[in-house]
């Protein structure tokens, strides 16, 4: 189960002021779970859980074992919450260098617009097996949309049963891409009307292009539900105290959260959690900027302005307890040499003890610095610890919004450059 690490907190924030944020919290906790807040009827991502469809992940099983005996490659066309959740999830859990792998490569597509990307990607994938599935909740993200009509049409013009190859997920009813679907006949997969795109993941948007990567979906999808019960009571509640520490420092003034990892296969599940924070808290003129840093790497970049820059930072470590496939420092006098590498300190210690103890270290030298930070631990990288993990942030914001004020469901915001994008490009 995940654990809550934060000693590192108690020297900045005053025992009264996490008193009441805790109990505003767990206000905030008695709205998400009865629906009652701003949003409410958004919160689905919990009621899947709660009552899972087995039928449907046996389903999405199912069409992932099909486009694997069948395919090369799949191409996931979305953006945001139709596309970092699967990116994270996949990179958490799938071997770093593909080698033989067994799998299609999951590639992505429609997640920014340029044409170049699409120009090598259609290259990319000349003369291998294509699957696509596009992701769109709403059916018209100008992003998805051009993605997916190149990529139809080299599909159309490379293969006969191009329409079999393309497997739509979006909305119930609407959009475009239930007009295409209808005419073609994709396969489709719906997006429940009352789960937002960021909270998506454990739904079809995810699981598919997931299961396509080998990835035990079902082992993902208990993960998340194990959290659901483990978080359901305001009490010892891990998600509450992250949501209340978070609220406590941004009343101090504090205006980063800055999530670190030391493992580069989390990356982009910071990622995804920079998304899910970002989407949910960033209205009214309030929030944390959610940034997200992959460490030791960062630590010789952007390490010297957390420990001396502008003091406007928190941090969120996301550790492992267990990383897996053990590597240790190599004995040097094996091979004949003595210490000339000045090692010999380490012989025999683990990569992931070391890496510990950069964490260790690091940790109390931004709480020295002034960087109130917290840690989140996971058992492991596996499908159990990240569904585990999705659902803990995913009923952390949906808290920490309500502490704010804000409704953690909408992104009222991301209209506005959408609205001065169409203008120049004059749509109708
Ligand atoms: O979280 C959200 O709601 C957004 O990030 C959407 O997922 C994103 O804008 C893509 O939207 P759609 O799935 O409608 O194409």
């Known amino acids: 189960?995940?654990?809550?690490?934060?000693?590192?907190?108690?020297?900045?924030?005053?025992?009264?002021?996490?008193?009441?944020?805790?109990?505003?919290?767990?206000?905030?906790?008695?709205?998400?779970?009865?629906?009652?807040?701003?949003?409410?009827?958004?919160?689905?991502w919990r009621d899947l859980l709660a009552r899972p469809d087995y039928a449907l992940l046996e389903d999405i099983a199912e069409t992932a074992r099909h486009i694997r005996n069948e395919a090369d490659i799949l191409i996931c066309i979305g953006i945001g919450g139709?596309?970092?959740?699967?990116?994270?999830?996949?990179?958490?859990?799938?071997?770093?260098?593909?080698?033989?792998?067994?799998?299609?490569?999951?590639?992505?597509?429609?997640?920014?617009?340029?044409?170049?990307?699409?120009?090598?990607?259609?290259?990319?994938?000349?003369?291998?097996?294509?699957?696509?599935?596009?992701?769109?909740?709403?059916?018209?993200?100008?992003?998805?949309?051009?993605?997916?009509?190149?990529?139809?049409?080299?599909?159309?013009?490379?293969?006969d049963d191009a329409n079999k190859r393309i497997i739509v997920t979006t909305d119930p009813k609407k959009g475009a891409?239930?007009?295409?679907?209808?005419i073609r006949g994709y396969k489709k997969y719906v997006i429940p009307e009352n789960v937002g795109g960021r909270f998506s993941v454990l739904t079809p948007v995810g699981l598919l292009p997931v299961a396509v990567a080998g990835i035990d979906i079902h082992a993902l999808f208990k993960g998340?539900?194990?959290?659901?019960?483990?978080?359901?009571?305001?009490?010892?509640?891990?998600?509450?105290?992250?949501?209340?520490?978070?609220?406590?420092?941004?009343?101090?003034g504090l205006s980063i959260d800055l999530l670190s990892v030391f493992e580069p296969a989390l990356y982009g599940f910071g990622r995804w959690w920079q998304q899910l924070f970002g989407e949910s808290e960033g209205k009214n003129r309030t929030g944390l900027f959610p940034f997200v840093a992959q460490y030791s790497t960062d630590l010789h970049s952007?390490?010297?302005?957390?420990?001396?820059?502008?003091?406007?930072?928190?941090?969120?470590?996301?550790?492992?307890?267990?990383?897996?496939?053990?590597?240790?420092?190599?004995?040097?006098?094996?091979?004949?040499?003595?210490?000339?590498?000045?090692?010999?300190?380490?012989?025999?210690?683990?990569?992931?003890?070391?890496?510990?103890?950069?964490?260790?270290?690091?940790?109390?030298?931004?709480?020295?610095?002034?960087?109130?930070?917290?840690?989140?631990?996971?058992e492991e990288i596996s499908p159990t610890s990240i569904g585990e993990a999705i659902y803990f942030f995913e009923h952390a914001v949906s808290v920490s919004g309500y502490l704010l004020g804000v409704n953690p469901f909408d992104q009222p915001g991301v209209e506005a450059y959408k609205k001065e994008m169409f203008k120049r490009l004059g749509k109708p």
């Open 1 to 44: 189960m995940l654990r809550l690490h934060y000693e590192h907190i108690s020297p900045f924030v005053d025992p009264a002021a996490m008193d009441r944020e805790a109990a505003a919290a767990r206000e905030a906790h008695r709205l998400l779970i009865e629906k009652s807040g701003p949003g409410g009827d958004a919160t689905g």
């Open 224 to 252: 998340a539900a194990n959290a659901l019960a483990q978080l359901a009571h305001p009490n010892d509640n891990p998600a509450l105290s992250y949501a209340a520490i978070r609220s406590a420092l941004l009343k101090q």
């Open 302 to 378: 952007i390490g010297q302005y957390v420990q001396e820059g502008q003091r406007s930072l928190m941090e969120t470590f996301l550790m492992v307890e267990q990383t897996g496939h053990a590597l240790s420092v190599p004995e040097e006098s094996a091979s004949g040499a003595e210490n000339l590498d000045g090692l010999d300190y380490l012989t025999g210690r683990s990569l992931q003890a070391i890496n510990r103890a950069a964490w260790e270290g690091t940790a109390r030298a931004h709480a020295d610095g002034d960087v109130p930070n917290l840690t989140l631990w996971l």
């Open 82 to 159: 139709s596309y970092l959740g699967a990116e994270a999830v996949i990179q958490a859990l799938s071997p770093t260098f593909r080698g033989h792998a067994e799998t299609p490569e999951v590639l992505f597509a429609g997640h920014h617009m340029s044409g170049a990307y699409l120009h090598d990607l259609l290259e990319y994938v000349q003369g291998k097996s294509v699957f696509v599935n596009v992701i769109s909740k709403s059916g018209r993200t100008l992003e998805p949309a051009i993605a997916f009509r190149c990529v139809r049409q080299y599909l159309e013009q490379n293969f």
């Open 177 to 182: 891409l239930n007009t295409l679907r209808a």
